[in-house]
């Protein structure tokens, strides 16, 4: 019944990748297929159901329901059709007067210890038991039920030992035992699809039974991280989503994509009426096939938060209660403001900060607001401050600053490098395909300071754990290419035909140098020089090698220069341009990837082409009808020195929370202090609209249409769910506010009325999206970028044939040490990252049930300087540095290494950002988050500095009439 509610079919079993066919008749139909089929898929394929409980094709066949029985012509017995390969020659019989008698009886027994409450269970409509019931033709019971799991007392009304009682620990969903038929489809899909082995079938025979791990734990306490994969398996109530329960099945679906990380995973949005009721992974989403995390699946809820803002405010100064108003009063009042400061400041004194979490139409316009409008180059986003080292260093060595490959990719490669980055926590749905390769006998290299989740997980262990010292990651880089090149361990073939020669022997002349090799770094990296050899040779011939990293690269005053050594590394060994290899940043946030596209930096128009390149310029000057200053914009950092200065006065910021997510919050609160005119374009009054003097209320990615562009540069469908809850989409915003600005002007309005021509304008003017067009996502499902008449459907690999750029270009790269050091006051090192069921600045996920998981930052500390420091486990701790301090609770660990601590920076009340410092990449300005020097010190709980934010950010929060 579940197909046609929403129609998703389930061919029983995974499908084949076999190029040889077969062809065997199945009912009397011939159907050719692909070799290692099995015959369920194939009768499936051929329109024929074979009834089925234990098989979905989200797993391997198991034959343990003995459901899907068949005839085959020649052979003795029924076997099952799940686990039957398919043979040239067959002849199958799916239905037939002996079969249908094996089903009922099959179907009986199932019955007779299952509870007959259909009409009240919370799967009634949305249950294959019931529907595999009316297929066989299931019309009466023969068995009576004795002995059952699903009765809590006998006639006697005595206690039935057999009966356990639900699990609703975890906030999400509910474990029923009672309604359990044991076909091992939840525990399977926990370990094939996610691959956390969290459930186990517990006992034999009649009490065998589905189990959290030991008899203690329950769903909340194992190790169960809540993908929700076994509640998409299982075919009863028995694992159900407390949504579903609490409203009802749903009656329609609008396919959409993530709005949390760089994956970009496609989901069904399953609604009643306007009522979200669930997300469920969309099992042809190419980034995700089917599977998803528990921020995707489950942690939408922010979305309906009683917090959220749904009507416009303003204000005079930020001391001022907010003053709700109309969106035209609004408009005016913000155009105004902003109008003023340009004419007594001038055309620079203002600027924009797009957001990395709205799509890419809505990137666009506001980096057009700046260009068109205020008619200056000052726009930036948030990849500033995570990944806009990739963007250069990809640029400067291959020509495009973006990922090489696709997730699919993955599944061919022998040896990965996964440096600066925890894909567990991070990118948990890419994790999950990468650790299923890692089981299947993929080699494992870990460059990273802390002992993550990645280093060794459930039936996997890194080859290599490189623990370095947080700030020399081009001294491991640089050694490991030593070792390659000193070795003659490089691809000389590939070199020769891909690469500028010259550039690579002016290379490896400088890498050969005595000073790069392990030995001479090993005092340095605190990496043993016979573990980066090892690892340098194993990358080297270990067959296809792909390199993934993260911000534990990028967010370094060196971190341009390590995503040079990565792409160098790839180059040495030929790992590019082919399945299985290839240089993959690991995006932070949804559309990240967009707003770079889109032009969001200050230097760049949409596809990254200089504003200083006339025929780059000319292209939109026609377009827009507008000229285009020459001159490169003010970044992020630049804004904030400039406003301290006074010559920055106006900022529209959409989107995102600098004053949480920017280094120095200090700094960062100066900066919005002094500026006249702060716009914050959010769901919610997050932490830089403390500085706010207009508030714009958003909407979320359930209630708009538009693209995200994940990690692996593919563009996907973001759908409207839902109508906006506070009446427009946020490209009708900013629209409504252009047009409020070219109204004090006389300029020409905007007229956009529908954010596919704002994705036509940009297929217009960016020739990477030539091609690019809701019609063509609408039938491809998706594309990669670059999209235009060379590559119709996209380019989910590239430089295959050779580089953007002509020929791969080595560039030295030589190790500077950071600035930030440690020393007597400061004699530890603090590296930041983030945790599973929290995102970025938590703005989401903390208003969300996520908060039983995570519901404070934490210190983790070594156990010797934890001990050194008289700090216990739990206890509250200061954390010092020389831009600030903070408290927070000790979580004492050997994960780090002794002299390094770590946090994340998700809740507002800890501030890690106050600790960080305004060090940066030399090229780009991304900030060093993951090097600080810092004391910590036992405390007796929340500081000074953090008790008169709290007081700042309460009395800026209020609103009128509720206001004194």
């Known amino acids: 019944m579940k197909d046609f509610i929403i129609p998703d079919r389930d061919f029983g079993t995974p499908a084949a990748k076999s190029k040889t066919m077969v062809t065997l008749t199945i009912d009397g139909f011939d159907v050719t297929v692909p070799e290692g089929t099995s ?89 294959e038991l019931q529907d595999m019931a009316g297929a066989v033709g299931l019309r009466d019971v023969r068995y009576e039920a004795v002995e059952t799991h699903f009765k809590a007392k006998n006639t006697s009304g005595e206690a039935n030992p057999q009966w356990v009682p639900k699990d609703d620990s975890n906030p999400y969903f509910t474990y029923d035992p009672a309604k359990c038929i044991v076909c091992s489809r939840c525990v399977r899909a ?8 969290a459930l186990t079938i517990q006992g034999r025979g009649f009490d065998s039974r589905v189990s959290f791990g030991a008899k ?42 993530c709005a949390y990380c760089g994956v970009g995973c496609s989901f069904k949005a399953e609604m009643r009426g306007d009522e979200l009721v669930r997300m469920v992974p ?69 600027g924009v900060i797009t957001s990395s979490r709205c799509t890419n139409e809505e990137a666009y316009l506001v980096q057009k607001l700046t260009r068109a409008v205020f008619m200056n180059n000052n726009t930036d986003t948030c990849a500033r401050v995570c990944h806009s080292p990739t963007g250069y260093g990809l640029g400067q060595t291959f020509g ?236 992020i950092p630049n804004m904030l020195d400039a406003a301290v200065e006074g010559t920055f006065k106006g900022l529209y910021c959409q989107g995102e929370d600098i004053l949480q997510s920017d280094p120095d919050t200090k700094h960062v609160a100066a900066g919005l202090a002094a500026m006249e005119c702060v716009i914050v374009h959010d769901l919610f009054l997050n932490e830089t609209a403390n500085y706010a003097h207009v508030f714009f209320p958003g909407s979320s990615f359930l209630e708009k249409d538009g693209t995200f562009t994940n990690a692996e540069r593919r563009i996907n469908r973001v759908r409207k769910v839902m109508a906006p809850k506070q009446g427009y989409a946020d490209w009708e915003v900013t629209q409504l506010f252009a047009n409020a600005m070219l109204g004090k002007t006389g300029g020409a309005g905007w007229g956009y009325t529908h954010p596919s021509q704002i994705m036509d304008e940009i297929a217009l003017t960016t020739p990477s999206f030539a091609g690019v067009s809701y019609e063509r996502l609408e039938t491809l499902g998706s594309v990669q970028w670059p999209c235009n008449e060379a590559n119709p459907e996209g380019t989910p690999l590239m430089h295959v044939d050779g580089f953007v750029r002509g020929k791969g270009r080595f560039i030295r790269t030589e190790y500077v040490a950071t600035d930030e050091k440690t020393g007597p006051r400061f004699p530890l090192l603090l590296t930041t990252g983030r945790i599973l069921s929290q995102y970025n600045v938590g703005a989401q996920t903390r208003r969300t049930a996520n908060v039983v998981w995570h519901a404070e930052d934490v210190l983790e500390v070594h156990p010797h300087d934890a001990e050194v420091r008289g700090i216990h486990q739990g206890a509250w701790v200061r954390l010092a540095s020389r831009s600030g301090e903070t408290t927070l609770r000790a979580e004492i660990t050997d994960k780090v290494s002794p002299g390094v601590v770590y946090t ?9 950002n106050v600790i960080t410092t305004d060090f940066s990449d030399w090229a780009t300005n991304c900030p060093e988050y993951k090097v600080t020097a810092v004391q910590v010190s036992p405390s007796n709980g929340p500081s000074e500095w953090q008790e008169d934010y709290a007081a700042q950010a309460e009395q800026s929060r209020r609103i009128l009439p509720a206001a004194e």
Request: glycine share 8%.
């Open 190 to 197: 926990c370990e094939e699809v996610q691959g956390t082995f």
């Open 282 to 350: 969309y099992k042809h989403g190419k980034a995700n096939r089917g599977h998803s995390c528990v921020k995707g699946r489950f942690a939408y809820g922010y979305a309906t938060h009683k917090d959220r803002i749904l009507s416009p405010m303003i204000r005079d100064a930020i001391i001022d209660p907010w003053r709700e108003v109309s969106w035209a009063e609004a408009m005016d009042f913000a155009a105004d403001r902003m109008r003023g400061i340009q004419a007594k400041y001038g055309q620079q004194s203002v």
């Open 216 to 257: 203690t734990d329950t769903a909340l306490t194992s190790d169960c991280v809540s993908c929700g994969a076994c509640v998409q398996a299982c075919p009863t109530a028995t694992l159900q989503e407390n949504s579903i329960i609490d409203i009802g099945t749903p009656e329609r679906s609008v396919i959409t994509t």
């Open 39 to 127: 015959i369920m898929r194939a009768a499936a394929e051929a329109g024929i159901s074979v009834p089925k409980l234990c098989a979905t094709d989200s797993v391997e066949a198991f034959g343990s329901c003995r459901l899907c029985l068949v005839e085959i012509e020649g052979r003795n017995g029924t076997p099952a059709s799940c686990t039957t390969p398919v043979a040239a020659g067959l002849k199958v019989s799916t239905q037939n007067t002996r079969l249908k008698k094996l089903r009922r009886g099959v179907m009986e027994l199932y019955i007779s210890d299952h509870p007959l409450d259909c009409l009240t269970c919370s799967a009634n409509g949305d249950c």
């Open 400 to 635: 495009t600053s973006a990922g090489t490959q696709d997730f699919d990719s993955v599944e061919e490669t022998d040896v990965v490098i996964v440096i600066g980055a925890n894909p567990v926590n991070g990118h948990p749905v890419f994790a999950s395909r990468l650790t299923k390769r890692l089981r299947q006998g993929a080699k494992l290299i870990v460059i990273d300071p802390r002992r993550t989740e990645m280093v060794e997980g459930p039936h996997y262990k890194a080859d290599h754990h490189l623990a370095l010292t947080p700030g020399t990651n081009v001294a491991v880089i640089s050694a490991m290419a030593h070792v390659i090149v000193t070795e003659g361990l490089m691809d000389e073939a590939f070199i020769r035909e891909r690469c500028d020669w010259d550039a690579f022997q002016d290379y490896a002349e400088f890498i050969a140098a005595p000073h790069h090799a392990p030995e001479a770094v090993e005092l340095l990296t605190k990496v043993p020089a016979a573990d980066v050899r090892a690892a340098a040779r194993l990358f080297a011939k270990g067959g296809n090698g792909a390199i993934y990293y993260g911000l534990g690269v990028t967010e370094h005053s060196q971190g341009s220069t390590t995503v040079i050594g990565i792409a160098n590394l790839a180059m040495l060994t030929g790992n590019i341009g082919r399945p299985g290899v290839g240089v993959n940043p690991l995006r932070g946030q949804n559309n990240v990837q967009g707003s770079c596209d889109m032009g969001s930096f200050p230097h760049e128009l949409p596809g990254y082409r200089h504003v200083k390149n006339d025929d780059a310029r000319a292209v939109f000057e026609r377009v827009w009808g507008v000229s285009i200053d020459n001159e490169p914009g003010l970044r």
């Open 904 to 912: 994340t920076f998700h809740h507002p009340e800890t501030q890690a």
